[in-house]
């Protein structure tokens, strides 16, 4: 075992209590999860990073901490006071805050870390619990008889149980982990504290007015973002990523990456808001709204040709024609699969067969390729339990190549490399629920429920290509926004 008992302690606490937030028909069971889960998460996350040089040095400086201490607790009452009157306000404002990254640096170095994510979840999770302490409801309703979700015909029920044992694996199976640090990092920075968002949306009741107000937020970051980065290729100046500049000197094309350290998050975050507008042009009948659909879609994809994301292009062209097959179905398949002829053609004409390392850079390829062979090849050598959580990057620097970018860019490969085929049957069995749960059950009669599905379908399809499925928080909003539209419909 090559976690301490603390930190495998730790792991079990923290993801087992999520779990339980996700699996909670009581609202108070609910909630003392919750509670328990945004607790671990820091101190977990603490623990690991303590003696880091970079960490010794922040927490020497009394007055820094005291400021930053004061500064948080002031942001998370505040936005707990707003969510205690205005509960319907979170889901909004999640949506929105999803890709917002904020650079932090901490001893000379810069991290990028979804502070207002955080603070939003830290605030609803307040505002829960004063509600409770005063003898309101809680963090929301009791949903049926028992403590927690049984399985039952429902798949919703089926998705609820897999999401938390994906949590119990991921904290399991970093007992043996080659990177247990990293681990670490994924569990408290982003499946732990997504999994608590994902319990507070489901308690929210989605009426059209409050998906119209969602979408118009969604909408207005994703036109901030896309016009950011118009300025950027202007310019020919960059934010937050000195090494993406350099590379850019290197070309003849420039990328951008506008508020995020990588273009291709970028790319992925204007196509799910493309795709979100797209399903309300293809739902209504409403000029305005088509006429503002058609504006942020041009808008927006100006900026996607500018990133240059081959990943992200694909992904937005899957969602559309996910929504052009559920909306009009075998039109839309057949429509589909003439773009997609197109398209293939396009992009394999244009890309080529890279032979230099300038050519794979700028091919198709992009020089992923021995990343996901060399995960293919660290799966087969342990195929069962893999290398562990977290693990691929130390995994294939050991066993593979000690190489620069160490990340397979490949969300199932990665799977199957570190958690092996235990871990891999559970990915395969989420996304499988996760299908079934947004694509069936009653048909809503707003475009939410087909603008989610097929949000989640650029979700998927960009994990095949850069990975990060689990550990974004889009993943987990879009599956309890399914969840919920599933369950209650707007009226």
Same mark, same amino acid.
């Given at each position: ?70 500064? @948080?607790?002031?942001? !998370? %009452? =505040? $936005? &707990?006071? #707003?969510?205690? *009157?205005? +509960? @319907?306000?979170?889901? !909004? %404002? =999640? $949506? &929105?805050? #999803?890709?917002? *990254?904020? +650079? ?9 870390? #979804? ?377």
């Amino acid at each position: 075992m090559t976690a301490s008992s603390w930190e495998l302690a730790g792991m079990l606490a923290g993801c087992g209590a999520a779990a339980l937030a996700i699996l909670a028909r009581d609202p108070r069971l609910r909630l003392g999860a919750i509670a328990v889960a945004m607790t671990i998460a820091p101190v977990l996350v603490a623990g690991d990073v303590w003696h880091q040089p970079r960490v010794v040095l922040f927490r020497e400086d009394t007055a820094q901490v005291a400021a930053v201490a004061v500064a @948080a607790v002031v942001v !998370v %009452l =505040a $936005l &707990a006071v #707003l969510l205690a *009157r205005f +509960p @319907a306000a979170f889901g !909004v %404002l =999640a $949506l &929105a805050l #999803l890709p917002l *990254r904020v +650079p932090v640096e901490i001893g000379g170095e810069t991290a990028n870390l #979804l502070i207002p994510l955080y603070a939003l979840i830290a605030g609803a999770v307040a505002a829960a619990l004063w509600t409770t302490w005063r003898g309101g409801s809680g963090a929301g309703r009791d949903s049926g008889p028992g403590a927690v979700v049984g399985l039952s015909r429902d798949p919703a029920s089926w998705l609820r149980w897999i999401l938390a044992l994906t949590l119990v694996a991921y904290a399991v199976q970093s007992a043996y982990s080659r990177d247990v640090s990293n681990a670490i990092e994924n569990a408290g920075f982003f499946l732990i504290p997504f999994a608590v968002m994902f319990a507070l949306l489901l308690e929210i009741r989605w009426s059209r007015r409050l998906l119209t107000a969602a979408l118009v937020a969604v909408g207005a970051m994703a036109t901030l973002f896309a016009g950011i980065a118009i300025y950027q290729w202007v310019a020919r100046d960059l934010f937050l990523n000195s090494e993406l500049l350099e590379s850019n000197q290197l070309h003849q094309y420039f990328r951008v990456n506008s508020l995020f350290f990588d273009p291709n998050i970028l790319g992925r975050y204007l196509a799910l808001a493309i795709t979100a507008g797209a399903a309300v042009v293809a739902w209504t009948d409403d000029r305005r709204a088509h006429a503002a659909g058609a504006a942020l879609a041009g808008f927006a994809l100006v900026a996607v040709g500018f990133t240059f994301s081959i990943t992200s292009v694909a992904a937005l062209v899957a969602g559309l024609a996910t929504l052009a097959v559920i909306r009009w179905r075998i039109r839309g398949a057949a429509l589909t699969a003439a773009l997609g002829v197109a398209a293939a053609a396009v992009f394999l004409g244009a890309g080529g067969v890279p032979s230099t390392d300038l050519e794979r850079d700028r091919g198709f390829d992009s020089g992923r390729g021995d990343l996901v062979s060399g995960g293919l090849e660290l799966a087969d050598e342990r195929p069962v339990a893999g290398w562990g959580s977290g693990s691929f990057g130390v995994a294939y620097w050991e066993e593979i190549e000690p190489v620069r970018m160490t990340i397979s860019h490949a969300e199932p490969v990665t799977v199957a490399a570190e958690q092996g085929s235990l871990g891999f049957l559970v990915y395969v069995a989420l996304v499988v629920a996760a299908i079934v749960v947004l694509f069936t059950g009653r048909d809503a009669r707003t475009p939410a429920r087909p603008a989610v599905a097929a949000c989640f379908v650029v979700m998927l399809v960009h994990s095949f290509g850069y990975a990060g499925f689990a550990i974004d928080p889009a993943t987990w909003a879009l599956l309890a926004l399914g969840v919920s539209l599933r369950e209650r419909p707007p009226d």
